[in-house]
T-cell receptor
Framework: GDSVTQMEGPVTLSEEAFLTINCTYT??????LFWYVQYPGEGLQLLLK?????DKGSNKGFEATYRKETTSFHLEKGSVQVSDSAVYFC???????????????FGRGTSLIVHP | NAGVTQTPKFRVLKTGQSMTLLCAQD?????MYWYRQDPGMGLRLIHY???????AKGEVPDGYNVSRLKKQNFLLGLESAAPSQTSVYFC???????????????FGNGTRLTVT
């Protein structure tokens, strides 16, 4: 079956540091890939997505590139802010996975803590 | 445009009591989902629905029931609450048309349930 593996957190950084959160996946077909962000006390919201190999999703200074050869979708930001402190979830949606076309597969989430 | 609205936001139950969590979406989405989120466990799918009048079990359905009598509403019921059901519950919906595997989930802000 499909799966998503994220680096364990928490990731603790100082403001303006460079961020990488690793995400790798296994999938039966050709999935779409997503990053969601969850701020304290809120639900998940879409941060960015990529739908095919070599696509780059970007939003709010965050970027991730769909790498089919390494089955990865790592999240990066050049200079983090305190307001980026949140939990980040990597997810995939695979239309060819039996039954899974309705159900996205989520990683376990990575907590990011940014200090001033 | 409210998106996905969950009620109530907080609830405390005693063991054995029952309750219903309501999820309402105004985006005309066919697909709806109920997840629970526990520390270190990520998101776990309880039940989901691919249309009005249909429901299906997810990863952790035991102790929960659901109903989708109207397209915009997805109800999650706990018939006899147990302390193990203390969690944060999230509802989500998703676009169902062509290319839906590329479409993200839209989440509510959650219901924080404590069972004593």
């Amino acid at each position: 079956g499909d799966s998503v593996t994220q680096m364990e957190g928490p990731v603790t950084l100082s403001e303006e540091a460079f961020l990488t959160i690793n995400c790798t996946y296994t999938a039966t077909g050709y999935p779409s890939l997503f990053w969601y962000v969850q701020y304290p006390g809120e639900g998940l919201q879409l941060l960015l997505k990529a739908t095919k190999a070599d696509d780059k999703g970007s939003n709010k200074g965050f970027e991730a590139t769909y790498r089919k050869e390494t089955t990865s979708f790592h999240l990066e930001k050049g200079s983090v802010q305190v307001s980026d402190s949140a939990v980040y979830f990597c997810a995939l949606s695979d239309p060819l996975y039996s039954g899974g076309s309705y159900i996205p597969t989520f990683g376990r989430g990575t907590s990011l803590i940014v200090h001033p | 445009n409210a998106g996905v609205t969950q009620t109530p936001k907080f609830r405390v139950l005693k063991t054995g009591q029952s309750m219903t969590l309501l999820c309402a979406q105004d985006m005309n989405h066919e697909y709806m989902y109920w997840y629970r989120q526990d520390p270190g466990m990520g998101l776990r799918l309880i039940h989901y629905s691919v249309g009005e009048g249909t429901t299906a079990k997810g990863e952790v359905p035991d102790g929960y029931n659901v109903s989708r009598l109207k397209k915009q509403n997805f109800l999650l019921g706990l018939e006899s609450a147990a302390p193990s059901q203390t969690s944060v519950y999230f509802c989500a919906s998703r676009y169902h048309g062509q290319g839906f595997s590329n479409s993200p989930l839209h989440f509510g802000n959650g219901t924080r349930l404590t069972v004593t």
